[in-house]
């Protein structure tokens, strides 16, 4: 086994900034920070190993060797700082903080003050000259203790305290005095004895084993693995130890503790910017039991109270360091200081968290510092920190209340009324009011209410169920899955988190985390600067993977291209034909029931086809335009509603009874593996070749106009060549015709999207007579795992909890299972077709991970929303960048 504790202190450390697996963040920087020579309080660090060693032999006892480590560790303290641990006239106490490789700040649990007990306080009060700090150290120890190693609810010692300020008539902690604090220490006893059912241990080595312990625990506990699960990190890498020696912010005036950032969090702005307290430790500045005070003057506080002003020796010192570890990290910084009796010790450093605007901020103008090239620049931006420069969010000072959560389905925050039918979002739109639209799940026939929907809330669905794709395709904020809702259509009526709701009431939405929060709250607008700007150039040189957009409208091409697509991957039809006049003519078609009337009908649907596409062609004149031809079942252009079926029989001029019937005969027990895709083009061959022929007629007028269209055209879910061979026979044939009727000479391509295993499997048969394929992984994923998508959200979070899956494969691509069907896909076919082009139009082609394997798989493009763009241009360049490395 490797070594087990790795010692830091007096400018000599056992690790660096580099074994940050080994030794979790904060050991690793702690070290760095001691070989720098910077003021940091001696200590050691227990290694992640250690961690999984604890759980890999059952979680009952720390690991074979580890406490004589810790004692040999702990003895070189000792004779740097000539304290003794457990000692009762000059104690040494210790902080025990947990320390992962990855930061996950207040997730797992701390321990301060550990080592004293009844005679160390005493110690300590006699030595130090001040009998209220060492008593306030100690009660503040059993509360931690308490909490953290042995399980007690914290609020019965805050309800303890809260009792004792009351009775002395005071209100801040600092007004109790020596007697009151004795006091309190009895009280926290005798919780501990009747909550944990056993005494506050008094031996300080049995302190340090059961707070280890206890760190380790917290590794696992909900919150720990809720966080991990959220942000896609590892179960199994366990957190270091680190045992460092106390200093004191709470000894008294000349004392004090903070948390500060090298540049502001929020802007980016290059201004040092943090808050403090005086005498008081690190717990109280993050826990709001006192307000902190700004650490630089002119920054918020009242005159006089910051730190520069306050203590300027300590203020000067921390900026020293702040200007030398930007400096050698050549990053914005996240950390923690102490001063006891007028020194600065410095606590932590780590990489600091940061809103979008500022990384951007950021990373361009450490560019332009000369800190870091532009390479680096691009990696330090996470490329879903994009989104918030692109939707709303909420205003980070607003005050919430939590309703609910469904999956983050589009991202955004958004406040409304709520309505219940696509109709009244309409109307209210019209009326100039915001709406929310609830519904059980949308469907195409929604798409009117969506669109003037300011945001979308659904029941039921996953990532990539309808309301989910729609919603980001037009950048709306979604929710979708909530089954918390309890919704009533008809009573126009909406229960969730205790509370009633009816139709006009107020919801805001947050699709970036899935919240729904009661009421309106207040939102920040996003800016899209000359940083951004510069940052996607720089993207851009650096990457392979093309970006294109998927796009249903002529403002949806000309937003995508504006955020950098370079055409579109994804063109669906089905929303064009919802248009009043349009949805006529589609029905007319449906019902008829022969050729020459289905015909007759589509003739009606030809011009509109064509407009849209001359449209969408324009505004991506010069660049590759996608187009799919229908593939959702019949049914859905149909309504299901009783009024509604009698109504589209009078207007149709057939029989309520024959209405009926054909509604029914649509009906499918399955009807995404039902009559839809190529299915339909075999069946009803004379709806591909309207298509077609709309296709290539916008195209040939376009060309005229001295334009470049470039369409291609799409031939959905294949899963035998022989069907894509007629289907590409038809429209080839229909393309050809018309060419030579208008004398032009347009290059078309006809290819295929790769959403079916078997599709996979055989794709070099499929690549014989596709010159592209496009991966529609989202129903891949739905059929190579057998998930329903729109019913996937009431078990999969669950299997995401407990480590079934590492993520929801309708989020992020399932590399290890689906990823190998389209490597699969991409060997054979190209073994078969070398000039195939490959990419993906699933949703996933806006998921940054998986943005990553795409590049890896050796895709040609991916495609996805407009507003995932830049995200999606991100990703590529960094994957890029990992290639190169």
Not at 218 to 247: F, I, L
Not at 558 to 587: D, K, P, Q, Y
């Amino acid at each position: 086994m490797n070594q087990q504790v790795y010692f830091f202190g007096e400018g000599q450390a056992d690790g660096d900034t580099q074994m940050r697996n080994l030794l979790g963040g904060k050991g690793a920087n702690l070290a760095e920070m001691t070989r720098l020579g910077m003021p940091v309080p001696p200590g050691f660090t227990i290694s992640t190993e250690m961690c999984t060693a604890y759980y890999d032999q059952g979680g009952d006892d720390l690991p074979e060797g580890l406490e004589a480590a810790c004692q040999a560790a702990i003895t070189r303290v000792e004779g740097i700082l000539d304290r003794k641990f457990g000692d009762s006239s000059k104690p040494l106490l210790f902080s025990i903080r947990s320390g992962a490789r990855v930061s996950m700040p207040g997730m797992m649990d701390t321990v301060l003050n550990l080592g004293l007990n009844d005679e160390a306080v005493e110690g300590l009060a006699k030595e130090s000259g001040t009998a209220r700090f060492a008593y306030d150290s100690y009660r503040r120890f059993i509360q931690m203790f308490g909490n953290v190693v042995l399980d007690v609810d914290g609020e019965h010692f805050e309800d303890a305290l809260d009792a004792l300020k009351d009775a002395r008539g005071v209100a801040l902690d600092t007004d109790l005095s020596a007697e009151d604090l004795q006091q309190l220490i009895q009280s926290y006893k005798s919780i501990v004895r009747e909550h944990a059912g056993r005494d506050f241990p008094q031996d300080a080595n049995v302190q340090l084993r059961d707070s280890i312990t206890a760190v380790f625990r917290s590794w696992n506990n909900d919150r720990a693995k809720h966080y991990r699960n959220m942000h896609g990190y590892e179960h199994d890498w366990g957190t270091a130890v680190n045992v460092q020696a106390m200093v004191f912010g709470n000894m008294g005036d000349d004392c004090a503790t903070g948390v500060a950032f090298t540049r502001d969090p929020s802007t980016g702005e290059n201004l040092f910017y943090g808050e403090y307290l005086v005498n008081a430790q690190g717990e109280d500045v993050v826990a709001g039991v006192r307000t902190p005070q700004p650490v630089r003057k002119n920054s918020g506080g009242e005159s006089g109270s910051s730190l520069e002003e306050l203590m300027p020796g300590c203020y000067g010192e921390l900026i020293d360091i702040v200007g030398r570890l930007e400096r050698h990290y050549h990053d914005m910084l996240d950390l923690e200081f102490t001063i006891q009796n007028d020194h600065l010790w410095m606590l932590q450093v780590r990489s600091g968290k940061r809103t979008g605007a500022a990384a951007v901020r950021i990373a361009v103008e450490m560019v332009q510092e000369g800190l870091i090239d532009t390479h680096e620049a691009v990696r330090r931006v996470a490329p879903d920190q994009l989104d918030q420069l692109l939707h709303p969010m909420l205003d980070p000072k607003a005050e919430t209340t939590l309703l609910g959560k469904g999956l983050p389905a589009s991202p955004g925050a958004v406040s409304g009324e709520i309505v219940f039918t696509a109709a009244e979002a309409v109307s209210g739109a019209a009326g100039g009011h915001k709406a929310i639209l609830v519904r059980r799940e949308t469907s195409p026939e929604d798409i009117a209410g969506m669109e003037a929907a300011v945001g979308i809330l659904t029941q039921r669905g996953g990532m990539t169920s309808h309301a989910a794709v729609v919603a980001r395709g037009m950048g709306k904020c979604c929710v979708s899955g909530c089954g918390e809702i309890i919704l009533d259509e008809a009573a126009g009526t909406l229960q969730l988190g205790g509370k009633s709701f009816k139709r006009g009431d107020m919801l805001t939405l947050n699709g970036t985390t899935g919240e729904i929060l009661d009421g309106e709250v207040r939102t920040i607008e996003p800016k899209v600067d000359d940083n951004f700007r510069q940052l996607m150039q720089w993207a851009n040189e650096a990457r392979r993977l093309r970006v294109r957009t998927n796009a249903d409208s002529p403002h949806d091409s000309r937003l995508a291209r504006e955020f950098g697509a370079e055409g579109i991957g994804l063109c669906r039809t089905e929303h064009m034909f919802f248009g009043e006049e349009r949805i006529a003519a589609m029905r007319e078609m449906i019902v008829a029931t022969d050729l020459a009337s289905r015909e007759k009908a589509l003739a009606k649907l030809l011009p509109f086809q064509r407009e849209d596409f001359v449209g969408i062609l324009d505004a991506m004149d010069g660049l590759p335009v996608t187009v799919r031809l229908l593939d959702p079942p019949l049914h859905e252009f149909l309504p299901q509603e009783e009024a509604e079926i009698e109504r589209l029989a009078g207007e149709l001029s057939v029989t309520k009874e024959r209405m009926h019937q054909i509604v029914d005969s649509l009906h499918e027990f399955n009807p995404m593996l039902g009559h839809r895709g190529c299915r339909l083009g075999v069946t009803y061959p004379e709806i591909y070749l309207m298509q077609a022929e709309a296709i290539v007629r916008a195209a040939c007028e376009l060309k005229k106009a001295g334009k470049d269209p470039r369409p291609e055209i799409m031939i959905p879910l294949t899963g035998v060549d022989r069907e894509l061979q007629i289907m590409r026979d038809l429209v080839a044939t229909r393309r050809d015709e018309i060419l030579a009727e208008e004398g032009l000479q347009l290059e078309i391509l006809i290819g295929t999207m790769i959403e079916i295993p078997r599709a996979c499997v055989t794709a070099d048969e499929i690549a014989k007579v596709a010159d592209f394929f496009s991966f529609g992984t989202n129903d891949l994923t739905q059929m190579g795992f057998g998930y329903s998508r729109d019913d996937s959200g009431s078990f999969l979070p669950e299997y995401v909890e407990r480590g079934i899956l590492p993520r929801d494969p309708f989020q992020g691509l399932d590399q290890g299972g689906i990823g190998k069907l389209v490597e699969m896909a991409v060997e054979l076919g190209r073994a078969e077709n070398a000039d195939l082009h490959l990419g993906v139009c699933g949703e996933h082609g806006g998921d940054a991970e998986s943005v990553g394997f795409f590049h890896r798989a050796g895709l040609d493009y991916v495609s996805c929303s407009p507003y995932r763009v830049p995200v999606a241009i991100l990703a590529a360049a960094q994957a890029a960048l990992e290639d190169a490395r």
